[in-house]
Nanobody, 125 residues
C-alpha cells in the first residue's frame, strides 16, 4: 500500500504561481503513472494532468495546457505540479493519485487506485 501526501497549496493572486508536491511513502512510485485531479465546491472531480511511469509522456486537460507542468523525481518518490498564470477558475482542492490500471484512460478516475487527501488552491481575482 502507498500513502500519498500533497503539499504546496495556498492563496495566490490571479497570474501567480504555485508548485504542488505529492510525496509517496510505503511503496515506490517507480513503474506507475501518476495523475493530478481537482475538485471545486459543488463540482465533480476532474482530470488536470498525468505523467507516465517513466516520465517521458505527459497529458494535460485543455484548461491547463500551457500553464501547468507535471513532473516527477523518482529519487525522491515525489510528483510535482507547477502551476503558472493561475486563474480564479483554478480554485479547487488538488489531489494526486497513483495509476494502477494502465489499460484504462489516463484521464479517468477509475484508472487510479491510491489518492492523497488533497491540498487547497485558492486564486483571488
Amino acid at each position: 500500500q502507498v500513502q500519498l501526501v500533497e503539499s504546496g497549496g495556498g492563496l495566490v493572486q490571479a497570474g501567480g504561481s504555485l508548485r504542488l508536491s505529492c510525496a509517496a511513502s510505503g511503496r515506490t512510485l517507480r513503474g506507475y503513472g501518476m495523475g493530478w485531479f481537482r475538485q471545486a465546491p459543488g463540482k465533480e472531480r476532474e482530470f488536470v494532468a498525468a505523467i507516465e511511469w517513466n516520465g517521458s509522456i505527459t497529458y494535460y486537460a485543455d484548461s491547463v495546457k500551457g500553464r501547468f507542468t507535471i513532473s516527477r523525481n523518482p529519487a525522491k518518490n515525489t510528483v510535482y505540479l507547477q502551476m503558472n498564470s493561475l486563474r480564479p477558475g483554478d480554485t479547487a482542492g488538488y489531489y494526486c493519485a497513483q495509476r494502477l490500471r494502465q489499460e484504462l484512460p489516463y484521464y479517468s478516475m477509475t484508472s487510479y487506485g491510491y489518492w492523497g487527501q488533497g491540498t487547497q488552491v485558492t486564486v483571488s481575482s
